[in-house]
């Protein structure tokens, strides 16, 4: 899609990956509207990309539905979803789970996934971007986290399954899906580890870029891995076996009509 004089809301906005999107952004000539809960942070980074800012907690549903209309209000239409606020818990332990934990990761990790894309095409005009912040952890598992890991595995499942029901309004629907990044996800211990491994962190502004591939690359319901040193690469997912008949095998189920 064409990035200049777009119009995109950025959830999560206020730091890590969020504010590193929202700079680029606006580096090529769209509009930003920086969401988080921090609104203070969110106005600082709209501040410095020239856009406006929203303060919400976008686990709520209203919330959510409030700051795509705000970006109606203020640009006119959103031509990009980036929906990209996201926490972890660093419970390995499921004995050790509470049930307050749990629903704070659900509701901002999967619930606000599901209410932005919701929310974004309710009022989104043909031809836009929706982009979410998954993980490497949607992929593969993450024993140091395991909800952390269901919650992206479960936006990954969302992304690919709706971007085919998006194809005939010109919508794209993709993943991006990084590695160990400095955010403050990482705990510090979990970054001194890191650092004593000789193990590469990325840089927000990376994962900025691979947001910039996954909005202009004109592909759907992918994931971009972001991993240290190599360009934005689509996971290839492997096809389940097929049933075994009398006609032969490995024959895929009939292709249902999203509508």
Known sequence: MELNGAAAIVTGGASGIGR?????????????????????????VANEVGGAAFGADVSDPAATDAAFEKCVDTFGKVDIAFLNAGIAIGISNLENLNDADYRRIMGVNVDAVVFGLRSALKTMENNGAV????????????PPDPIYDLTKHAVVGLIRSVAPTLIARGITANCINPGMTDTN???????KMLAEADFPIMDAGQIAEAVIHALTSGETGQCFVCQPGIEPVAYQFRDVPGPRTEAGRGRRPPNMDPS
Do not use: M, W, Y
């Not at 590193?20 to 600082?44: E, F, I, N, P, W």
């Not at 982009?131 to 993450?142: D, H, K, M």
């Not at 996800?185 to 970054?191: T, V």
């Open 20 to 44: 590193a999107t929202a700079k680029r952004l606006s580096t090529d000539g769209v509009k930003v509207l920086v969401v988080d809960l921090d609104l203070a942070g969110a106005q600082d």
């Open 131 to 142: 982009v979410a912040t998954a993980s490497l952890a949607g992929l593969i598992p993450f």
């Open 185 to 191: 996800i990482l705990s510090p211990e979990a970054k």
